[in-house]
Structure formats: structure tokens, C-alpha cells
């Protein structure tokens, strides 16, 4: 076989073996969206990703504006799990998630009201 050619199917093996990450980034896909409740952004939110049928868990906050993204997902079902100091809890069910597809999902969060104690 002539040298040129090994050289050749060398290249073209090792260009196929790096686009194997970039192909798994492609299928990859994000949940991201806002935390709020009625006085405006929740930050410091806790997000947890569920996904329904292995049960392998992603976890995240929301920032400063209330914005939360879970990346690097693999496509599936997901539920979402949301809570955060003196507010009820959130959950969603059944989120669907396509190879790399950006599911939004906005969460309106009520605060806790506060009890007070007679003496």
C-alpha cells in the first residue's frame, strides 16, 4: 500500500473520531426559563431535573434575575422539581426533550405567608 494512502485513511479515521464529541453536543438538549413570584425574580431557586425513566438527576439555581438552564441533558422525559426558601414548591410533570432541542418553562412561585404568634 503506498504511503500516501495510509497517511490518507489515517486523516480521514482521525477527523471521524473528533467529530464523535461534537456530534454527542448536537443531541444534547437544555431546560432553562425564570423563577419569579409576585414581587418579581427568585434567586437562589433550586432546580432539579428528573428524568423519568432512569432516574438520573440534574441539578442547578436560578441567578440573580431568577434564570435557571440545565444543559447537557440527553434527550428524553424530564419532571422538573423547583423550591426556594419561604415559597411552596413547584413540581412538572412530563416534559418532553428532543435531541438538541431548548425547552422553556417559566415558574411563578407564591410566597410563604407569614404566621405570626399571639402571646
Do not use: C
Amino acid at each position: 500500500m503506498p504511503r500516501w494512502l495510509k497517511y490518507t485513511i489515517l486523516a480521514i479515521i482521525l477527523v471521524l473520531l473528533s467529530s464523535f464529541p461534537l456530534a454527542r453536543l448536537l443531541e444534547e438538549g437544555v431546560i432553562e426559563g425564570y423563577i419569579t413570584n409576585q414581587n418579581g425574580p427568585v434567586a437562589g431557586a433550586s432546580v432539579e431535573a428528573h428524568e423519568v425513566m432512569d432516574g438520573e438527576t440534574a441539578l442547578t439555581s436560578s441567578d440573580s434575575e431568577g434564570y435557571y438552564r440545565i444543559d447537557g441533558l440527553p434527550p428524553g422525559r424530564y419532571s422538573l422539581w423547583i423550591t426556594a426558601a419561604n415559597h411552596t414548591s413547584v413540581s412538572i410533570p412530563r416534559i418532553p426533550l428532543g435531541r438538541g432541542e431548548t425547552v422553556r418553562k417559566d415558574v411563578r412561585l407564591s410566597q410563604l405567608g407569614r404566621q405570626t404568634l399571639s402571646p
